[in-house]
């Protein structure tokens, strides 16, 4: 049984997931772009692509034709787009629509998810260029918030991934020697150095947190938000690597050269 009355459209269902389930504003775009691209494939049509796709408008259907048994293969066939969009891009917007699918199959307004099956895209290899010294210096230049400074820190002297630091927990950190703990996607568990810069944020950015993860967003955990990413202490959800993306894009804006995507995970 639904929990609320369900959206007339899947347009207005995007809009209660974006406020139900905690979006912070500054994201909220980004998803909102997202959630209009897949809207034209669950809609059983080709996506806009190129600058179209920030203008776009999502189609108008009921969120219940999410549930036509027959979309899970037409939509395997419309998500081959990865040939015109970069494959980042392409597995971000799948996690997004997996997100707000979950969300609305949690209300009881729909039932399935047709996007099971359809698979991450191989990410190309990393050819970023490294910052030039006077980059870097301008980087940490930048009025920015603590985490912030603490995260780019900790890239910048353990030339770890991104999504690798993100998912550090406090209690995976050993500040005495100055590494920290992660999972690979085989099990297998391996360390992260850092120096003294790392090391003289860290403690300001734990604040005495003992558990939970490390970077945080500055809003506390929407409902369904899986445990593992929730401080126990704050309630506060672990930050994610779209916003992560996000923050330094908005930060380094006015400077073209110093823009790279921190980089993913391998694949």
Not at 223 to 232: E, K, N
Request: a positive charge; aromatic letters at 8%; proline letters at 9%.
């Amino acid at each position: 049984m639904p929990l609320s009355a369900p959206p007339s459209s899947y347009t207005a269902a995007v809009e209660r997931y974006l406020t139900g389930a905690g979006i912070a504003k500054s994201s909220a775009r980004i998803y909102r772009i997202s959630l209009t691209t897949w809207g034209w494939m669950l809609a059983g049509e080709p996506a806009p692509t190129g600058p179209a796709r920030r203008g776009a408008k999502p189609p108008v259907f009921p969120l219940t034709a999410i549930d036509d048994p027959a979309l899970p293969e037409e939509l395997a066939e419309l998500a081959t787009r990865a040939d015109e969009m970069d494959a980042d891009t392409v597995n971000r917007e799948l996690s997004i629509a997996r997100k707000a699918i979950g969300w609305w199959q949690r209300q009881g307004w729909i039932e399935s998810d047709p996007t099971i099956g359809i698979e991450r895209r191989p990410a190309p290899p990393d050819r970023t260029k490294a910052l030039a010294e006077k980059q870097i210096a301008a980087l940490w230049r930048l009025d920015v918030s603590l985490r912030e400074k603490t995260f780019w820190q900790m890239l910048y002297e353990s030339a770890a991934r991104a999504d690798e630091v993100l998912c550090l927990n406090v209690e995976d950190l050993y500040p005495q020697d100055k590494r920290g703990r992660i999972t690979a996607k085989n099990g297998a568990i391996e360390w992260i150095h850092w120096q003294s810069g790392t090391a003289q944020l860290l403690p300001r950015l734990t604040a005495r947190r003992t558990r939970g993860p490390l970077f945080l967003t500055d809003r506390k955990a929407p409902a369904g938000t899986p445990t593992l990413d929730v401080c126990p202490e704050t309630g506060r959800a672990r930050l994610s690597y779209p916003r992560a993306e996000e923050i330094f894009e908005e930060g380094t804006r006015l400077w073209p050269t110093l823009s790279p995507r921190p980089r993913t995970s391998r694949t």
